[in-house]
């Protein structure tokens, strides 16, 4: 069993920058790839970035390429989803994900274990 906690998430100006957190505890860690999705109000869970159990392999969202980066912290026991140049199509509940398979996946099927998630608003 793995317990995850987001944090960080707020209400942020267009073009702002925000660092989410996701506290993981429970089952080792390392022994998970990670994801960070997504849901906006009436619309499906979407894949935003997901990274290797190791932290070298890292995968994105086309829509969020080159803006946000997924890095975990194995000794720390938590992954961080650093967003900058924010915009307005951003704003979604964030989810941290743990996925039992080496490299992560961009499916949410995959994933075991879940967080709560935590709300991120940009504003116009």
């Known amino acids: 069993q793995v317990q995850l906690v987001e944090s960080g998430g707020g209400l942020v100006q267009a073009g702002g920058s925000l660092r989410l957190s996701c506290a993981a505890s429970g089952r080792t860690f390392s022994s998970y790839a990670m994801g960070w999705f997504r849901q906006a109000p009436g619309k499906e869970r979407e894949f935003v970035a997901t990274?290797?159990?190791?932290?070298?392999?890292?995968r994105y969202a086309d829509s969020v390429k080159g803006r946000f980066t997924i890095s975990r912290d194995n000794a720390k026991n938590t992954v961080y989803l650093q967003m900058n140049s924010l915009k307005p199509e951003d704003t979604a509940v964030y989810y941290c994900a743990a996925d039992s398979s080496t490299l992560g996946s961009t499916t949410t099927h995959r994933y075991d274990y879940w967080g709560q998630g935590t709300q991120v608003t940009v504003s116009s």
């Open positions: 990274i290797s159990r190791s932290g070298v392999t890292t």
